[in-house]
RNA sequence: GGAGACUUCGCCUAGUCUGGUCUAUGGCGCCGCACUGCUAAUGCGGUUGGGGUCUUAAAGCCCCUCCCGGGUUCGAAUCCCGGAGUCUCCGCCA
């Protein structure tokens, strides 16, 4: 959600922000229409505090007159004036349309955020080389080769988009989550496991609703009357836990990580390239999220990237790192940078982390605020999150980046206490 | 699943039966000031959150907020209906 009051003071700026990932006809068309509504509101709360204020003397005029034994007299309602309930209507409405249009508008991109889509988004970094590899074999043939993943059965299980992991490859799964758990708790983030079915709140909140109601699973109204859903990503629960809540200054920035799966329906069918574990409608990802100042949020911002890619380097992986252009970011993030790892088989570079910086417009959306320092004014926070990370493309990136002529796959270092061993040889 | 008790401005708490002087009591904590070799103790004052209005800004004024949503009433923390949550007991259950 946006500043109002930064929509009423300072239209021309948020407008040509916004025009970086919306058309312009189309900015100007919804910020017309928020004013129109954003000014009927005030006028008729301004109506409608002037009549209680009338109501309440009027009361107070009574208890008066009764308590002094006079004979109370009351007041007739004014003639020809709105009554109070219909005016209350009318400010209902008025309110939940000006929410309406204000939470479909995106965030602000940050200054050095170009607008334009995917192909104006800008590689920035660069860590490693490709591997030299003779006759690339995919994941998909190492991961049956080696007995990692079973499809079949995951789709006898779950319907098509769902795998299981079988044997050292559900090993290998759960070392890559339980090294980055270490590795975040040794980054000071404290760990969570939250509950995986949310409120429409959280959903709400994280910028997932109204906009992608699609997106996520939701369970029937009939075994679950209040309307649940499946957490797409850990930041809707990280994110929602704190939801109307006044953090303690002092301890700002606020770091908390948690592991879920991630359920998403991936309406739209799928893609040559993204076989295998690259894309599912349940996948296992490791999230990291801060609660910041604003004035730390951009640092924060830097130190959660870095922090992502020491990850991806300490598995040895060849990546790059992308600023997302305004059209490709998420529309709740002012800023997005994108970790991408080396995927031989394709000769692409695949997301295996996106870090990002929301400003205030989750912690606005969810009313998650901070007390300014000496004063006693409170102001929202600033959210950051980031995948750290995401298994699912890791695994097939670390079969065929290490792959070796014979099918069999060297583990790195750091798992292969975990995974039980240093190699994963064909059966 | 059943029965009961409960939810008050950071925490604890009075008030709810019997609607109006509740513009919400007291304590703790916190902040400021005074006093004091220092600390402690003591005294005084402040301390829910949101919105509107005015303003360069602040202050002021007004409205809402006693778990949430409705209702009754001139008037609701208080009465009625619905919902959420917490606790206790019973049942069921991995």
Not at 15 to 43: G, N, T
Not at 179 to 204: Q, T
Not at 236 to 258: C, H, R, S
Not at 348 to 374: F, N
Request: glycine residues 8%; charged residues 30%; negative net charge.
């Amino acid at each position: 959600m946006l500043d109002m009051e930064l929509i009423r003071k300072d239209r021309d700026a948020v407008a040509s922000a916004l025009a970086k990932r919306m058309d312009p006809a189309e900015v100007s068309r919804a910020l017309d229409e928020i004013q129109q509504l954003d000014q009927q509101r005030r006028s008729l709360i301004t109506e409608i505090d002037g009549e209680r204020q009338r109501r309440k003397a009027e009361a107070r005029a009574y208890a008066e007159a009764k308590r002094a034994g006079r004979e109370p007299e009351v007041a007739a309602p004014e003639a020809g004036r709105k009554g109070l309930t219909e005016l209350e209507a009318e400010l209902d409405e008025t309110q939940a349309r000006l929410r309406d249009r204000m939470s479909e508008l995106p965030n602000l991109p940050a200054d050095d955020v170009v607008p334009g889509g995917k192909e104006a988004n800008r590689v920035v970094k660069t860590f490693g080389e490709p591997p030299a590899i003779e006759k690339v074999r995919d994941h998909v043939e190492l991961s049956r080769m080696l007995g990692l993943v079973d499809h079949e059965r995951g789709v006898k299980l779950g319907g098509s988009g769902f795998w299981m992991y079988t044997g050292v490859g559900a090993r290998l799964e759960w070392a890559l989550l339980n090294f980055f758990i270490d590795e975040n708790v040794k980054a000071g983030y404290e760990f969570l496991l939250p509950p995986h079915l949310l409120l429409e709140s959280a959903g709400f909140a994280a910028g997932q609703f109204p906009k992608f109601t699609e997106d996520v699973y939701h369970v029937d109204r009939a075994s679950a009357p209040r309307g649940q859903f499946l957490l797409p990503t850990a930041e809707t629960a990280i994110l929602g836990a704190f939801q109307d809540e006044i953090l303690d200054t002092a301890k700002l920035p606020l770091k908390a990580f948690a592991y879920t799966p991630c359920y998403r329906r991936e309406a739209g069918g799928s893609h040559s390239d993204e076989r295998g574990t690259v894309r599912g409608h349940q996948f296992n990802k490791v999230e990291i999220f801060q609660f910041t100042l604003p004035e730390q949020a951009e640092a924060a911002h830097e130190e959660m990237v870095a922090h992502a890619e020491s990850l991806v380097e300490k598995l040895g992986l060849h990546y790059q790192r992308s600023l997302l252009s305004a059209g490709d970011a998420s529309a709740a993030m002012k800023k997005t940078l994108d970790i991408e790892v080396w995927m031989p088989s394709t000769g692409k570079y695949k997301e295996v982390s996106s870090v990002s910086w929301a400003g205030d417009y989750q912690a606005r959306r969810a009313a998650i605020r901070y007390r300014e320092p000496g004063g006693k004014q409170t102001r929202f926070v600033h959210t950051l999150n980031g995948s750290a990370l995401a298994t699912s493309r890791l695994f097939p990136a670390i079969l065929e980046q290490f792959q070796q002529p014979d099918g069999s796959v060297v583990i790195p270092e750091p798992l292969q206490n975990r995974v039980g061993t240093d190699r994963l040889t064909p059966r």
